[in-house]
């Protein structure tokens, strides 16, 4: 049963990990590129909108779209860090061989 939840962990850990990358990508992208109707905006927007959903129902208002990605990032980078160390603390390795 540990070694399951350990893969779920795991899982948890590299899909958090690729959100921050993708949403790394579309705030450096943003800030490149300002015409709102550029097809690489409309790309990252496809891309990272299952990653901001979550975070847009628990804002309340309108949010630009800038700090809802931010805040998406905070919030993944959160959940990569518990993940680690829940990893850490499941697989009972010390930080120290890490």
Request: aromatic share 14%; hydrophobic share 60%; charged share 15%.
């Amino acid at each position: 049963m540990n070694g399951f939840v350990l893969q779920l962990v795991v899982l948890l850990r590299f899909i958090c990990f690729i959100a921050l990358f993708y949403l790394m990508l579309h705030i450096l992208v943003a800030r490149i590129i300002k015409r709102p109707e550029h097809k690489v905006l409309w790309f990252f927007s496809v891309l990272t909108g299952p990653l901001t959903r979550p975070v847009r129902v628990w804002l309340s208002g309108d949010v630009p779209e800038q700090r809802l990605r931010w805040i998406a990032l905070m919030f993944y980078g959160v959940l990569w860090l518990v993940a680690v160390a829940l990893t850490r603390l499941l697989s009972g390795s010390s930080p120290q061989s890490l």
